[in-house]
């Protein structure tokens, strides 16, 4: 019988994520500070499955010995782990926190550092691929911690995700998360610099992602994203207020690292100015209708 | 016996393009500005092959009914094609001129009109896959013109190339290569910054690319730059410099067609640093070291 495991936060990625948990027969103890999501997922429980509500994140930690986090961002996996009725509150000597919101790589080392002072183990193991990835259980996880706490998580990461990455030590995983954005941003915006041009000037976009695709110029964002460019579909996916948080992250690490990061900024303004638009909900590759705003009619 | 065809301009890229024309079995009439280079090649003929010197592009196309030109940049194609001895002064009724310079979408446009009210027909048919393409005769094209002009060049295109495309109208082969080289100079500018925030934040390059490639991060360049950015080594491939006098066209044809560019803007500002630092002959890969300039101590 697998251990019991700890998991807060149950939005829209965590959700599903327990759900796979709980399908591979883990016994889970939810915390949502919605307590209605936690109760609903608990409900959905089968005659295989066990899980149960704790009425903070302390609680999970008293009664579990891995705790699965899955936030906002910063601020919430602070006030999770690290706040009044929190994890490090309730974990026993030993136990293992794996944060898998996209958080802070600096915040992930502080944590880790008071981690290591109380006895317990801490990972910082951000994911991609969204909900869809999330509900399939073929995420991308890149993990950031000690050997032998990344060796004790696999198991888990297993049930949740497809590519999973030991990036090094604590912070990395936070890191190469923050690297994974500004790169997915920027090929974004290439393309739709590309399109709008392009059709400005005549050519069918096809043509353009057909041509593009044989060469250096090719990227799976392309691929991936073709049909929202073309159909103009802009259901998330991966929304713009996300990514925008996101890169808010990729930036404030520049600035610890002391690392200049010239056009993630450009793009941070940019997902700014989509938001300020109201489209903050639609999908990333929505950038190309920044550019066809800033270039007069659309087509 | 395949007809007799026009070669001008006999640079890194047109010289091993007009050599796999030759080993075709082409009957080349060569043309380039330094006539040593188009006699150093016309004696390299063998017993199957024909190649002879003309004095200036309007004997070219006096003497042939196709004629190829691989020029640096807009001014010289102008001047090559509509100048004093150029190949308008020299062609033929039902010639063909196919540029297949990195060129203006604006100028191409103006010529193909200009050829016309001569009787005289042209393509725009822009490459890329850089001078090992070239020589391996794997150039991707893309080419605009009429149906039938595409349909008469093609059997040269195939010699030189492998991906070609028909872009549409004259001038779209032009757009869609501007597209392309906007595509890969945010691409490497998103390697860069990712791999030095990676690297100032204490992961691995070759952890951050394995990372990325496996998701909607991936690109090309990761691949085939891989071994540039992370041996440092910088031996062209595609120069800065030819690099940034591509985004120049970009920028200009987003100015004619009304479009927004900001990221390529700044791309085009970057490469003219690494130029203005003395690296306009390093590989575009290069702009990584910018960003390291940028970021303080190298790693």
Do not use: N, Q
């Given at each position: 019988m697998p251990e019991k495991v700890g998991f807060v936060g149950l939005g829209i990625m965590g959700r599903p994520m327990a759900k796979n948990l709980m399908a591979a027969g883990y016994e889970l103890v939810l915390h949502n500070r919605t307590r209605e999501k936690a109760e609903t997922l608990a409900a959905e429980?089968?005659?295989d499955s066990v899980a149960e509500v704790a009425d903070n994140p302390r609680e999970v930690a008293e009664r579990c010995n891995v705790v699965i986090t899955m936030l906002p961002g910063p601020p919430e996996v602070e006030r999770v782990v690290a706040?009044?009725?929190?994890?490090f509150a309730g974990a026993k000597e030993g136990s293992l926190i794996v944060d898998m919101s996209t958080s802070s790589p600096v915040l992930a080392k502080d944590l880790a550092r008071q981690a290591e002072e109380r006895g317990v183990r801490m990972l910082d193991a951000p994911v991609s691929g969204g909900d869809t990835g999330a509900i399939a259980g073929t995420l991308s996880i890149m993990a950031g911690g000690s050997d032998e706490d990344f060796e004790r998580a696999l198991p888990l990461f297993e049930v949740m995700g497809g590519?999973?990455?030991?990036?090094?030590?604590?912070g990395t995983g936070q890191v190469v998360k923050a690297c994974n954005q500004i790169v997915v941003a920027l090929a974004i915006e290439a393309v739709s610099e590309a399109l709008v041009l392009g059709s400005k000037a005549g050519v069918d976009p096809e043509i353009v992602l057909d041509a593009l695709?044989?060469?250096?110029?090719?990227?799976s964002v392309m691929k991936v994203k073709r049909r929202n460019f073309l159909e103009r579909d802009?259901?998330?996916?991966?929304k713009v207020k996300f990514h925008r948080k996101d890169l808010g992250i990729a930036l404030t690490a520049g600035r610890e690292y002391g690392v200049a990061l010239p056009t993630a900024a450009v793009l941070d303004q940019m997902f700014g100015a989509l938001m300020a638009k109201g489209?903050?909900?639609?999908?990333?590759?929505?950038?190309i209708t920044l550019i066809e705003d800033l270039s007069g009619d659309h087509t």
């Open positions: 429980t089968d005659a706040g009044e009725d929190g994890l590519a999973i990455t030991h990036t090094g030590p604590a695709s044989g060469g250096l110029a090719a990227s802009f259901e998330p996916g991966g489209r903050g909900d639609w999908d990333h590759s929505a950038l």
